[in-house]
């Protein structure tokens, strides 16, 4: 495969793979209201505990604006709260209410089952394949920023 080929796959599969994750969760996500991103947030902080919106905006690869109106929609849904940290109160932590833990907890398990479904192998050459496709990509990002410095 020439590198134009490569490119072309490329970009045709990161849609695909994008409509097809949403066409596989959609259904599960969709009975709670829910939509992709707002599960990705939930599921950070169910897998990693409490966040500040800089560190669970960093995690999501997102804008601190954007993961802090996603919260306060969230919030406003009783999904999560925000809780200043005993240690230092100047700061403020996302947290997950016991609603949103329960709800996150079932999408998490059906994920799971979901995948299961599938060998370890699969899954492990799928992992491999994506952390190389991840390197290679941020080779590329990291070529470009070089070449405005």
Request: glycine content about 4%; proline content about 1%.
């Amino acid at each position: 495969m020439d590198a134009d080929e490569f490119k072309t796959f490329l970009l045709c599969y990161t849609r695909e793979i994008n409509e097809n994750t949403n066409i596989a969760f959609n259904p599960i996500i969709e009975r709670f209201g829910l939509t992709m991103l707002q599960v990705r947030i939930l599921l950070e902080i169910h897998q990693n505990g409490s966040h500040t919106i800089g560190s669970l905006a960093n995690r999501i690869k997102m804008a601190g604006t954007n993961i802090s109106t996603m919260c306060k929609k969230l919030e406003k849904r009783e999904f999560l709260e925000r809780v200043r940290n005993p240690e230092d109160e100047r700061v403020v932590l996302v947290i997950l209410t016991e609603k949103g833990s329960e709800i996150v907890s079932y999408i998490d398990q059906v994920i799971i089952e979901k995948l299961s479904e599938e060998s370890a192998q699969t899954l492990n050459d799928i992992m491999i394949g994506l952390q190389k496709l991840n390197k290679l990509l941020q080779k590329f990002g990291e070529n470009e920023k070089s070449s405005f410095e």
